[in-house]
């Protein structure tokens, strides 16, 4: 079985989703799995999360499902039990990284400053999220930040979209990136799963299109 990050990393791109009710799980993952991005953080900003990480989970064993805005050590279970194969957290939390750590759960907890990196490191991990990448100051901050640790790999989320992401993903230290451009919480609400497969293709085909040219 190839590992989580690695798969993370071979996608290229992570969308993060909000979903408000859970029966739009299974069609949203359909969706993005006809744009050939077979991934979703689903986030732990509303109500629905639990039940949408299982729906989708248990539907199409072919999506890499995670869980966002992991807040709690008791949301990190939840989702454990629900089927999220990784935690994303907003920030550095010392209980949910442990939690995680001690429970197998690849975990990306959320980083924007040097001293944030240090912590998450002193755990032993090395693949973090940069986040929120354009607000803390985009490209360049992260070239800048993320200079000095080497060996240390970022998931840039916050403010992506199709315009920035290949600038992103040029960055040697750039695991994936993270971004709810292509999953917007009118466009599921609305049904329009066809727009959601469309903007998933276009930003697959950004991805392998920077692949392409190292
Ligand atoms: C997150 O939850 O990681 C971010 O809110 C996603 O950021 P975006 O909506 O700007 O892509």
């Not at 996608?11 to 359909?30: C, F, H, N, Q, S």
């Not at 973090?128 to 607000?135: C, D, G, M, S, V």
């Not at 916050?158 to 040697?172: C, E």
């Amino acid at each position: 079985m190839i590992d989580v990050v690695e798969q993370i990393g071979r996608i290229g791109i992570i969308p993060v989703v909000t979903i408000e009710d859970a029966k739009d799980a299974v069609p949203l993952g359909r969706a993005l799995l006809a744009g050939n991005l077979p991934c979703a953080e689903i986030t732990f900003r509303t109500a629905a999360a639990t039940a949408a990480i299982r729906n989708m989970s248990e539907a199409l064993p072919d999506m890499l499902v995670g869980a966002g805005t992991v807040l709690t050590v008791e949301q990190a279970k939840q989702a454990q039990v629900a089927g999220a194969k990784f935690i994303v957290t907003p920030g550095f939390d010392a209980a949910v990284v442990g939690w995680c750590l001690a429970n197998d759960m690849p975990i990306t907890p959320g980083v924007m400053t040097p001293t944030d990196i240090n912590q998450a490191l002193a755990k032993g991990l090395t693949l973090l999220k940069f986040f929120p990448a354009e607000a803390a100051g985009g490209v360049k901050a992260l070239q800048v930040i993320g200079g000095p640790y080497v060996g240390v790999k970022f998931i840039p989320t916050g403010g992506i979209s199709a315009v920035n992401l290949a600038d992103y993903l040029r960055l040697p230290m750039v695991h994936a990136c993270g971004g709810s451009f292509m999953v917007n919480k009118k466009t599921i609400a609305d049904g329009d799963f066809a727009t959601i497969a469309q903007l998933a293709q276009t930003a697959v085909d950004i991805v392998k299109s920077v692949r392409s040219e190292s």
